[in-house]
């Protein structure tokens, strides 16, 4: 408990949850009870930790239960010395270490330059182009951070329900008590509407959030140069389109860059950054400086289809589907990376992206690096044909009831082209992922689409939930042992195909005896 403040300090959620002071007073009051009756009490917080994260993977808050029972069954002087063993035993968990690790390089990356040489334009006004549901939480995201915002649909509809979601995301934060209804007025009060392009001409910075299609990005580009000033930046938030492609008729084409948002954009903490050949230093950094100001982690990238994220990404969701293929059940897999710590598995991540939108990303990667990103599409456009696309239509590979994922739907899995069930061990399925991911990762160094691994273990564990624990993908790869990673790769090439055979940086770091962490 934080008394100073009036609540708690969750170290799982690393986040403040407030609470009134009779909740406070409950929990000493159950503290303080007798032995028998704490113990009860204990065990139950006990469950309930459990349910949300593995000992063996953050054991502090354990531990931390571990103090509390010791606070109230001892005196103070045994009960402090209890306390401090506790703590020196966790400083030097790999979990400790690991954290530690990322709280620094994020801070680090969110204090430097990250190579971009050019002082930022200020952002004084901003307008969105495109009010459905990334483009309507970025303008959401503007207006909170009390940047007047613009935003810009042709449709009336899109324009109420982001407004809807915008009020939404403020009457969410106001039942937690982190926002009055005083603020979220003033807040929505930065927030404007038009059905036409009036209003963009005083914009420093226009973000398109359209639909995802080259096209349409091009020709919202050429709309919006005509109406904005010569120095205001067209960011465009696209997840896979190479910026390159979208400007290549732009008149002003230094002025256009790459600001990818997850979704949701209000709780996502990476934005990625993409440099196009063309993007001027000062635009890059104008946009890295402005994602930062909206409480992001800006992560630097060079233009290449699908960036950094869905780059890495794309390998393990079609080994997932892959593995669908050969017979395993969508549960199997799942828990399979449920176990490794990642905060859902590939398939129930698949629904999450909406299968629709991940087959059009992995179209595009296909198209651009061959066999290497090929994944099974049958095993999507039956579902996709069915009318499943995942969660936002109710059902994909699995079912939802009010967006709450149920069970693996068996029926997804006939569609999905399954044969005759088979299984494979936990760390065999998370192998052939992990390492699928690791692989492309270090093509990600070699072709310089980031500069650091840091920058790829930041990202992944920003952008996809990569477990923290394990300090990041490629930290994780230097646990394991590069050599030892190579070998497998070599091993799984073999058994299962050409997309596992090692990349090049991979193989002249086991030479040169090297780490990505030297």
């Known amino acids: 408990p934080d008394r100073a403040r009036g609540g708690w300090w969750d170290p799982v ?16 009051r159950a503290a303080e009870m007798a032995a028998p009756v704490r113990r009860v009490v204990l065990d139950r917080a006990r469950k309930k930790l459990a349910a949300r994260v593995r000992p063996d993977a953050y054991p502090a808050p354990f531990r931390a239960l571990e103090a509390l029972e010791a606070a109230y069954a ?43 040489r050019a ?25 909170d951070r009390e940047i007047p915002v613009r935003l810009r649909d042709l449709r009336r509809e899109a324009l109420l329900e982001a407004l809807r979601t915008a009020r939404g995301v403020f009457d ?20 404007t509407t038009t059905l036409d392009a009036t209003g963009l001409r005083r914009s420093d910075v226009v973000i398109e959030a359209v639909v995802e299609d080259l096209d349409a990005k091009r020709a919202v580009l050429a709309e919006v140069e005509a109406r904005i000033g010569e120095r205001a930046v067209f960011a465009t938030n696209t997840s896979s389109l190479p910026i390159a492609e979208i400007a290549d008729r732009s008149k002003r084409p230094e002025r256009v860059v790459g600001l990818h948002f997850f979704n949701p954009v209000h709780r996502m903490p990476l934005v990625e950054v993409v440099s196009g050949p063309r993007s001027s230093p000062e635009a890059v950094a104008t946009v890295r400086a402005l ?15 699908g960036f950094l994220v869905n780059r890495v990404l794309m390998p393990y969701l079609a080994e997932a589907l892959r593995l669908l293929g050969e017979g395993l059940s969508i549960g199997a897999v799942d828990a399979a990376m449920d176990r490794f710590g990642m905060p859902m598995g590939p398939i129930a991540l698949l629904d999450q992206i909406g299968l629709d939108t991940a087959s059009h990303v992995a179209g595009v990667l296909r198209a651009s690096f061959g066999k290497r990103m090929e994944a099974p599409a049958a095993a999507v456009e039956g579902l996709i044909a069915a009318g499943r696309l995942g969660v936002k239509s109710g059902r994909g590979f699995y ?57 790829i273990d930041l990202a992944m564990v920003l952008g996809t939930g990569f477990p923290p624990f394990r ?48």
């Open 13 to 28: 959620a690393a986040a403040f949850v407030p609470l009134d002071g009779a909740d406070l007073d409950a929990v000493d």
């Open 471 to 518: 300090g990041g993908l490629l930290r994780h790869a230097d646990a394991i042992g590069v050599p030892i990673v190579a070998d497998r790769l070599s091993r799984l090439a073999d058994a299962h195909g050409e997309r596992f055979r090692p990349a090049g940086l991979l193989r002249e770091m086991v030479r040169e005896q090297r780490r990505f962490y030297d």
């Open 74 to 116: 001892l005196p103070l002087p045994q009960g402090l010395d209890v306390e401090a063993r506790i703590v020196g035993e966790l400083i030097p968990t790999p979990t400790a270490k690991n954290l530690i690790w990322l709280f620094k390089s994020e801070s680090a990356l969110r204090r430097g330059d990250a190579g971009v």
């Open 291 to 305: 994602a930062i100001r909206l409480g992001k982690t800006p992560v630097v990238v060079r233009d290449s289809p």
């Open 399 to 455: 079912r939802y009831r009010d967006g709450r994922r149920t069970a693996p739907d068996a029926e997804a899995e006939g569609l999905a082209g399954a044969p005759a069930r088979r299984e494979l061990p936990p760390e065999t399925i998370e192998e052939r992922l992990v390492l699928a991911m690791v692989n492309e990762a270090a093509v990600c160094l070699e072709e310089r689409i980031a500069l650091e691994p840091a920058e």
């Open 172 to 191: 969410e934060r106001i039942a937690k008590g982190r926002m009055s209804e005083r603020e979220r007025d003033s807040r929505m009060g930065f927030l």
């Open 119 to 143: 002082v930022p334009r200020p952002v004084r006004r901003a307008a969105v182009v495109g009010a459905g549901v990334m483009g309507g939480g970025i303008a959401a995201l503007l207006a």
